[in-house]
């Protein structure tokens, strides 16, 4: 009875969420607030009027963001870049992806994990991604995926929280491949509001370098385990 109470609060807890989320949504772009938030020049201008709340904003706009995966983060974190500078904004940025991150991994952590375990032929699977190697592994392809700009964020976040990765652990790969990414949007909107050519070439070397890191660690991974097979 506990267990049947248990799934009707999550089914309860679900669709008030998803209402939630959609009547946000819906507030959000009635209002016009949407097209500001895909609008990086509007959005730091209003970022700006708020003076000290400013950062708040920032926040509050990468949660919303990465929760409700509509909404695009990269105008937010090059807003945050032009008004606050790199360091800054991405310290602004990080907080509010990683919360996101973390709320995003919980909702689908309380809503669907338990369910995932009900399927005979998912269960196996998820017992053996519970296991020490493959928790490693996960913390890998969450840490790599947050190096690629193309991959989802936010399908990333609420993928993981379906798996048996320790929320610890997500924790830490999200943070490690979070920080070097917000800087370089960061940085990359600064440039952009002051259109230093110079500085935006050696900022998209920079990201071209990012998103090749997770290739150059899956080639070197491969030549190691080679090189170890063929030694024995």
């Known amino acids: 009875m506990a267990s049947k109470l248990g799934v009707k609060h999550r089914l309860v807890l679900g669709a008030t969420l998803l209402i ?3 009547a946000l949504y819906w507030v959000l772009r009635e209002t016009g607030a949407l097209s500001t938030l895909t609008n990086r020049q509007a959005l730091r201008e209003w970022v700006d009027h708020l003076g000290l709340w400013g950062p708040l ?3 509050a706009m990468m949660i919303a963001a990465i929760v409700m995966s509509p909404i695009p983060s990269g105008p937010i974190a090059m807003a945050a870049g032009a008004s ?3 360091v800054w904004g991405t310290v602004y940025v990080v907080i509010g992806a990683e919360a996101g991150a973390l709320l995003a991994f919980c909702i689908a952590r309380l809503l669907g994990y338990e369910a995932m375990q009900r399927w005979s032929r ?3 699977i998820l017992d053996w991604l519970g296991k020490e190697r493959s928790q490693t592994g996960l913390m890998l392809v969450v840490f790599a995926s947050r190096l690629v700009p193309f991959i989802s964020f936010d399908a990333v976040s609420y993928a993981a929280g379906l798996t048996p990765l320790a929320f610890w652990r997500f924790l830490i790969a999200t943070l490690a491949g979070v920080i070097p990414t917000a800087y370089l949007i960061a940085t990359l909107g600064e440039v952009l509001i002051t259109a230093d050519s110079r500085g935006l070439t ?6 071209s370098g990012i998103t090749l890191l997770p ?8 030549w190691h385990r ?3 097979s063929s030694s024995n």
């Open 20 to 22: 939630g989320l959609a």
């Open 57 to 59: 904003a920032i926040i």
């Open 84 to 86: 606050y500078g790199p």
């Open 122 to 124: 998912i269960r196996p």
């Open 202 to 207: 050696a900022v998209l070397l920079l990201v």
């Open 215 to 222: 290739i150059l660690a899956r080639l070197v991974l491969a």
């Open 226 to 228: 080679k090189r170890k």
